[in-house]
């Protein structure tokens, strides 16, 4: 959901002819363009903003600006705005990453950073982008998301944060490699030079230097503190006496220059002043709606009179429309407000929510109608949003709304309840997510049936859907989603498409292959129609593999590459679907033995993975194992395997378990023992039930674990004398296997149960039934290479096949995959003993830099920007720590990086 955005958060602060000029600040901060971030880090009435202000416009720098509030603590508000922040200087870039942002269905918003980030590196010169009052973000998920931004940012962009603590961001590393400058309350404090200037120049008071020399020490150089006692000096005749007046913190000091300030004006200005507090931002209507007694007071002109006057008023936009109070001037006038008028809150309140209202700005119109005590009011307004295609309240504000209101309330009216069901679950609490359901479930049974109730219930059962087919009951979940579907509008709207997808993965994990191609064409049109990513991608992967299993491995790789290059062309790739996508390309072309393809993607999709948090990062590791081992890498396969092991368990029915790669691994490492130990653990048996996939109640015994479990059968039989029942067991529990894929129609998986049966008789001396096995499997009608499914198994396939050529059996297909076991694809991967390890592609750089190339050069030949490749340098010396391109290429000779 989307909100139009408010241009006055885009607008650079006004500076005025008479500031006080700030060169020491100044030339701090345009030192601090070689590094990556300026932090401006003080109390409110610090100058952070004005500091700011005025060195953009001191500098020859494109820049923009963003001013931050607590609505902005919901991602993908906070994300649409930094992308349109962008905009203002650079029109042509996030395209691709706003439609990315508008896809994610998951909270982890960092994995448009990526894309992002390559269009940053496109900048033809330097910018700037400052983010102002960052104090107000709060969401720990933001703070990551920067983080990762930070430590990758291209030279061309600078960013500056002001804010009044310090944000959770690792400001002590970015201090210590020198890309963090930071400003403090101390820093900015006026000097007795400055302070002398502001109030003799800037505010027109004629002060001995005595005078200043005191207020400076009572202010101890704080703005806000003098700009208030300056304001009250204007009328006072014995100034000496009220500077000496001056004691205690600033807290004191501001509260007492507040109410100085404000018992000087005119009782119509003050009642204008606190009433107005209660505003956010404001405009003169606005003012006047909420003001309403005091109606000689026209509200523009009041506000141009307040900026007259310095009164800690700030304009929001060029033509004068829009002002905010300075923050903390704003606090005071709310926490007097409540002193002096407090039966009248409400009601100003009540006229700022009908204002608001009436003018179409909702999440506004809530937000007052709460602090007004109308939670009923606001319960409508929610309602009415839930029920909209694209509802314009964000989860986070959402939340925060609907923890505002009475319990009684939200847990008695279904659309709220429902709500807040789908705030919780979009802000990643899933467990009261669930709670909150199974209350909105109990509470429609009490509901009279209607249409409303009918589409509520179908959400509801949606998800039970999901919950079913988790604990391994696949015709439930078909029951249950196909039933949801019906009682939700017949449209093609992205709930539909959503519930649509989670359908087909229940016809994946059922292997049921003819209702999963009726129904995944429908939802990619679907996705791509609506820019949702994983509807748009995920049906895709999900054909592949049904396709691969069915011995179509040409067709499924088509539709991986369109998968891949859909992602890559809406900026996608970092999605949940756009990670997974890449892991299903790579165990394809693992089996067609394209080694060094299959473990780019992977890499790159592992990185993405660990960078957004995506649940597929155990399948990448698992088949990136399987992949180094192909590779005769042994080590780096192992280390593969064992990362896969600490991730959070996710698992298609088509990729091989931890254990079970494991299993696999020992045996190609000759450590039978280790594999034997699993065999044993798992609780697997030659007469057990077989399944296609595994469920919650049943972790362990798919097919693939029974594939694995012949293996080790066979393996122990090789080295067994005859009367080990090792290869009758093996037999036994294969011939189980060629019924259970055969009826399922797995091409691919009845190729395989019949290539091992081979391999048995091969082990038993019956060359002639052996050879006639193999001939079976090789008839099987397939397109494409199936080739690791032969070569995995070693020694004892290479000596069947040698054999198969001398009967002339299938000569292309055999010698094929004889010239794949002759030839082991790259070579193996160094680790490389640096605390941040190189990239795939800053070692491809810095190869190149190794043979002479210049950055243009190199730029030419990978397709990027020079800017792109200067940046990639500048990684590498980083990571090496190191200073030229000479130096770099010593140090990583020495470290073994570079031949």
């Not at 973000?137 to 430590?151: G, K, N, S, Y």
């Not at 809150?345 to 602090?371: D, L, M, P, Q």
């Not at 809406?570 to 892991?583: C, F, M």
Request: hydrophobic letters at 45%; one cysteine or more; proline letters at 4%.
């Amino acid at each position: 959901m989307t909100n139009s955005l408010l241009l006055t958060k885009f607008h650079i602060p006004p500076v005025r002819s008479s500031l006080v000029r700030r060169d020491r600040l100044l030339e701090r901060l345009n030192c601090s363009l070689s590094g990556k971030l300026s932090l401006i880090s003080a109390p409110a009435g610090s100058g952070k903003t004005t500091l700011l202000s005025e060195w953009l416009r001191q500098t020859n720098l494109p820049s923009s600006w963003l001013s931050l509030d607590e609505g902005d603590n919901d991602p993908l508000r906070f994300w649409t705005y930094f992308v349109a922040a962008l905009q203002q200087s650079h029109p042509n870039i996030g395209a691709t990453t706003l439609s990315m942002l508008r896809s994610l269905e998951s909270p982890s918003f960092e994995s448009f950073l990526i894309p992002l980030i390559n269009e940053i590196t496109s900048f033809s010169d330097e910018r700037i982008l400052v983010l102002d009052d960052y104090q107000a973000i709060a969401a720990r998920p933001i703070h990551e998301a920067m983080t990762f931004l930070l430590d990758r940012l291209p030279p061309q962009l600078h960013l500056a944060l002001a804010s009044r603590i310090d944000p959770p961001l690792p400001l002590a590393r970015w201090r210590v490699r020198d890309r963090l400058m930071q400003l403090g309350a101390a820093d900015l404090c006026f000097t007795l030079a400055e302070t002398t200037a502001f109030i003799n120049q800037s505010m027109q008071l004629s002060l001995s230097q005595e005078q200043v020399a005191t207020l400076q020490a009572r202010t101890e150089g704080w703005i806000a503190g003098l700009q208030l006692a300056a304001l009250s000096m204007r009328d006072v005749k014995d100034i000496s006496t009220f500077i000496a007046s001056l004691t205690g913190d600033r807290h004191y000091i501001l509260d007492y220059l507040v109410e100085e300030v404000l018992e000087r004006q005119p009782k119509p200005l003050q009642s204008f002043l606190l009433r107005t507090s209660i505003l956010e931002r404001m405009c003169g209507d606005l003012c006047q709606a909420v003001v309403e007694g005091a109606r000689s007071l026209d509200g523009t002109e009041t506000l141009a009179q307040l900026e007259h006057r310095n009164l800690f008023v700030v304009p929001l936009d060029d033509n004068r429309q829009w002002y905010r109070y300075h923050h903390l001037f704003r606090q005071l006038l709310l926490d007097r407000l409540q002193r002096t008028e407090p039966e009248q809150v409400s009601e100003y309140h009540r006229r700022a929510r009908e204002w608001y209202k009436h003018h179409g700005f909702v999440t506004e119109a809530i937000s007052h109608a709460i602090a007004a005590g109308d939670f009923p009011q606001a319960a409508d307004s929610i309602e009415r949003e839930a029920q909209l295609t694209n509802p314009r309240v964000e989860p986070a504000r959402l939340l925060t709304f609907l923890k505002a209101m009475p319990d009684g309330l939200v847990w008695t009216r279904p659309w709220l309840l429902l709500s807040y069901a789908w705030a919780l679950y979009s802000t990643a609490q899933f467990p009261a997510a669930v709670q909150a359901v199974q209350s909105l479930e109990s509470l429609l049974q009490q509901q009279k049936p209607s249409a409303n109730t009918e589409k509520l219930w179908g959400l509801v059962t949606a998800i039970k859907g999901i919950q079913a087919r988790q604990q391994g009951a696949t015709a439930e979940s078909v029951t249950l989603m196909e039933r949801a579907l019906q009682q939700l509008p017949q449209d093609d709207s992205w709930l539909r498409a959503v519930i649509l997808l989670n359908l087909g993965v229940t016809y994946f994990v059922a292997d049921n292959y003819a209702a999963a191609r009726r129904l995944l064409p429908e939802v990619t049109q679907i996705g791509q129609n609506r820019g949702i990513a994983d509807p748009a991608i995920a049906p895709l992967y999900l054909q592949a593999q049904f396709l691969a299993l069915r011995g179509r491995l040409d067709e499924a790789t088509v539709l991986c590459q369109q998968g891949v290059a859909l992602a890559r062309e809406r900026g996608w790739l970092s999605t949940y679907a756009g990670v997974l996508v890449q892991v299903a390309m790579g165990e394809l072309l693992r089996e067609q033995n394209q080694l060094a393809a299959a473990a780019q993607h992977l890499t790159d999709s592992i990185e993405r993975g660990i960078q957004t948090r995506q649940p597929g990062l155990m399948m990448g590791y698992i088949t990136l194992a399987r992949v180094r081992q192909a590779q005769g890498d042994t080590q780096a396969a192992m280390d593969a395997i064992k990362t896969a092991g600490q991730c959070q368990v996710w698992l298609w029915a088509t990729i091989l378990s931890v254990p079970a790669c494991q299993a696999r691994l020992n045996l190609a490492q000759g450590n039978l023992d280790a594999a034997i130990a699993w065999a044993l653990d798992s609780g697997l048996s030659v007469d057990g039930e077989l399944r296609y996939s595994f469920t919650d109640e049943f972790p362990v015994g798919s097919e693939l674990d029974y594939l694995t479990l012949a293996r080790v059968l066979i393996a122990r039989g090789r080295l067994a004398d005859l009367t080990k029942p090792y290869l009758n067991d093996a037999l036994r529990l294969l011939e189980r296997l060629y019924d259970f894929t055969a009826a399922g129609g797995r091409i691919a998986r009845v190729m395989e149960v019949l290539m091992l049966q081979a391999i048995v008789w091969h082990i038993r001396g019956e060359r002639k039934r052996s050879l006639h096995l193999l001939q079976q499997a090789l008839d099987l009608p397939h397109t494409g290479d199936y080739i690791r499914l032969f070569v995995d198994e070693g020694q004892p396939m290479a000596e069947l096949l040698h054999l198969a050529v001398a009967e002339e059996i299938h000569p292309q297909s055999v010698n094929r995959l004889l010239a794949a076991f002759s030839h082991v694809e790259g070579t193996s991967a160094k680790v490389q003993p640096l605390i941040e390890p190189l990239s795939d592609r800053e070692l491809e750089v810095l190869h190149h830099l190794a043979q002479g190339l210049s950055n243009r050069a190199i730029a030419d030949k990978l397709f990027v920007t020079l800017a792109a490749i200067k940046w990639h340098a500048r990684n590498i010396y980083g990571k090496l720590d190191v200073s030229n391109r000479t130096q770099a290429v010593a140090r990583a000779r020495e470290l073994g990086l570079l031949a």
